[in-house]
Structures are given as C-alpha cells and as structure tokens.
C-alpha cells in the first residue's frame, strides 16, 4: 500500500469512526457533514473525495456492516454443536450491540430497506454456499424459502432485543438463536 493509499483509508476510517461516533449522540437521519468532518478531524473536502452526501456515507456503511457480518459468516461451520452455534450467534450479537450504526438501522423506518439488501443479499450468499451440499434434505424452492426464514428470524430477534434496549444479555439472545437454528433448520441442512 502506498501512502496515498494509506491516507485515503485512514481518512475513510476516521469518517466512519465519527459517524459512528455521532450515532451515539444522534438518529443519522439528523447528522450532517459538517459534524462528520468536526468529529473526524478533516476537512470538508475530504469527506466529499469518499462520499457524495451523508446519504452516500450510509449506504457504505450498510455494505460494510453486511459485509461485516458475512466475514462472520464464512467461519460459521454450523455442526449439531450447541456451544459452536451459540459461539457464532453471540459473535453477531456482540457485533450489533456494539455497532452504533447497525443498532439504529435495525430499529429505524430505514431498517426495512437495510433489512431487504441484507436479507436478499444473505440469501444470495447461503444459496450458493449450500448448493454444493448433495445431501441436503431440503431441496429447490423449500431450502431457499427456509434460508429467507432464518435470516427472517435472525434479524427479528436481533431487532427485538435493539428495540428493548439490549436488556438481556448478549449470551441469552446468542442461545436462543442457536436454540432455533439446531431444531429448525440445521436438521434440513
């Protein structure tokens, strides 16, 4: 990496950093690019050489959280394993509680259009990583409408437990959901 390149990325980051910063303080719907560039310490010009508008900066960071949370998917090995399951699920629990940004999304009017690109982009992902699987006991159009279910499931207690303030704790939600995941869909895997 060059240092233009290294600088280009330490300002994207420090941007990122800000707005999720500012999550904190504010809905992002209220955060403009002037607190952005104040909070990360760069000049308006800056912002506008990586997003054209806050709206722009949001979407990056709804590809960057789904991509995100599909890193975390790729080393999920789902084995009828109730300690791996719950393992992978607190990991995506620990992950939305502790990014501002995926919180209010998920708990936002703009949730429905984060949880559309995610879940069509998850279904995408798991369809094509299980089509390999010759075994499955599910087959065509009844495995990818239980992905969809899953996903659906997923982010509905995710977005159950953002909107009640994270009162349980992380590991509770986690077992839950490998609770649901080993009785209702790993058998079809």
């Excluded at 330490?10 to 690019?33: G, P, Q, R, S, W």
């Excluded at 279904?123 to 659906?152: C, N, P, Q, W």
């Excluded at 509905?156 to 909107?163: E, F, N, R």
């Amino acid at each position: 990496m060059n240092e233009s390149d290294e600088r280009y990325s330490t300002a994207e980051d420090a941007i990122f950093d800000a707005f999720f910063a500012l999550l904190k303080e504010k809905e992002f719907d209220k955060i403009t690019v002037s607190d952005i560039v104040k909070k990360a310490g760069v000049v308006r010009s800056t912002f506008y050489n990586h997003y054209e508008n806050v709206p722009a900066l949001v979407e990056a960071a709804e590809d960057r959280s789904i991509n995100d949370i599909f890193r975390m998917m790729e080393s999920f090995q789902p084995k009828d394993d109730r300690a791996i399951c719950s393992s992978y699920f607190l990991a995506i629990c620990n992950y939305a509680k502790s990014n501002p940004f995926v919180a209010n999304l998920i708990r936002s009017p703009r949730g429905d259009a984060f949880f559309e690109k995610a879940i069509t982009m998850f279904h995408e992902y798991v369809t094509e990583l299980t089509s390999v699987s010759a075994d499955r006991k599910a087959t065509g159009e009844t495995f990818s409408y239980m992905i969809a279910g899953m996903i659906g499931t997923v982010l509905g207690i995710l977005h159950k437990w953002i909107s009640d303030g994270f009162t349980e704790p992380a590991e509770k939600i986690s077992d839950v959901l490998a609770q649901i995941f080993i009785a209702g869909f790993l058998p079809y895997l």
